[in-house]
């Protein structure tokens, strides 16, 4: 399928913008923008679901964080936030240096063990 650009104009972009909710646009220019978001994360060596609480120098800290030990289809879990095997594990620290990519993670938190 062939891709389309679409060109709107800046006052058609702001009152699209103006329409949709606060869940649907995030604007991130630090870590620190993180704070008050769920996120998926993956790092060099495992995948975490949580919420960002805070910065501490050069670590995340998540609550209800749970590791992700198989995503499952990763296109099915981002989009439906269905995780086929998860380890609930509370309160945790992730060090930003081993952040591979992440998003927004707009599902309900894993609070159970699958």
């Known amino acids: 399928m062939e891709k389309v650009a679409i060109e709107i104009s800046k006052d058609v972009y ?3 913008k103006s329409e949709l909710t606060e869940e649907q646009i995030v604007e991130i220019n630090s870590y620190k923008d993180f ?3 769920k996120v998926f994360l993956r ?3 495992y995948h975490l679901v949580g919420e960002v609480t805070k910065q501490v120098g050069q670590f ?3 609550k209800n964080t749970s590791w992700v030990a ?10 439906d936030g ?8 509370g309160d945790w620290f992730v060090n ?3 952040i591979v990519d992440g998003g927004i ?3 309900t938190l894993a609070l159970k063990q699958s």
């Open 35 to 37: 704070i008050g978001k």
């Open 105 to 107: 993670w707009k599902h």
């Open 14 to 16: 702001e009152r699209l």
């Open 96 to 98: 930003i240096n081993a």
């Open 70 to 79: 198989d995503s499952g289809r990763f296109m099915q879990s981002i989009a």
């Open 43 to 45: 790092t060099v060596t």
């Open 60 to 62: 995340l800290f998540l």
């Open 82 to 89: 269905k995780l086929d095997e998860v380890e609930p594990i």
